[in-house]
């Protein structure tokens, strides 16, 4: 390759680490929201304090991207409202606390994936989960703030894993107090739970169907309590047990 050629190609690549550790200490404007690290504690006053990571809009949008899987910085640079500074500084917090890894690959041009870390699962999880009992006290929802049990249990799936050989589709459905219900499908195989795109019309094995404030405190704690449940019992409830470990944990 030409000495041209080369230096395109390193044009090309991913940011290092380095580069995103540089960008990340730049001074960068204070903006209303910003993550602060100030500890909480759930509102069921169980479990450790997690740090205020999601009360940034560009910070949640960035770790809701990465609940589904990892992401390159240039994949992540095409989120809405997501801009390249914006993008190197609030990885390099993420990282800092522990919520947020990264891993090189070994071709050339260099890529560097992000993902995050089952320890940040499991803090983010907590956070949205306290920030859903906050809302239902306040009976509103701010701007930018999706607290949905969908969201919820992405972050949680990678590390919920259920004592049970049994495999299936699981469909749970939210009631919110507007009336609106959520539905989210989950696919369980191998001790394992994947949020599912299957179609709706794909019959379930067991369906669960709840108000907002049964589904918080089901996973609290890891049972079926206050939850209607129809279908294989015993794979729902090794599925909730599993939410509720990894919430826990």
């Not at 380095?18 to 990340?24: N, P, S």
């Not at 504690?41 to 990571?53: F, H, K, Q, S, T």
């Not at 890894?101 to 499991?122: C, M, Q």
């Not at 990678?158 to 749970?172: E, N």
């Amino acid at each position: 390759m030409s000495s041209t050629g080369l230096e395109l190609a390193r044009k090309r690549r991913d940011p290092s680490d380095e580069e995103l550790r540089g960008a990340a200490s730049a001074r960068e404007p204070a903006a209303e929201g910003r993550a602060t690290g100030a500890p909480r504690e759930r509102a069921d006053g169980r479990g450790a304090a997690a740090p205020r990571v999601l009360a940034d809009v560009r910070t949640r949008t960035i770790v809701l991207a990465l609940a589904d899987g990892s992401r390159r910085p240039s994949e992540l640079e095409q989120l809405r409202g997501i801009v390249r500074s914006t993008l190197f500084v609030r990885l390099g917090e993420l990282r800092a606390l522990g919520i947020v890894t990264s891993a090189r690959g070994a071709e050339f041009p260099l890529r560097v994936e992000y993902r995050l870390s089952e320890s940040g699962r499991r803090s983010l999880a907590n956070e949205l989960l306290i920030e859903r009992q906050e809302r239902r006290k306040l009976a509103r929802a701010g701007p930018g703030v999706d607290a949905a049990l969908g969201s919820l249990l992405r972050l949680l799936a990678p590390v919920s894993h259920p004592a049970t050989d049994r495999r299936g589709l699981c469909v749970l459905v939210e009631r919110e107090p507007s009336g609106q219900t959520r539905t989210i499908r989950l696919r369980v195989e191998d001790r394992r739970v994947e949020v599912s795109e299957l179609a709706g019309s794909v019959e379930p094995d067991v369906r669960f169907s709840a108000a907002s404030e049964a589904w918080e405190e089901a996973l609290l704690a890891g049972g079926t309590h206050g939850l209607r449940m129809v279908g294989d019992l015993a794979l729902g409830r090794a599925v909730m047990a599993a939410f509720g470990a990894a919430l826990n944990a």
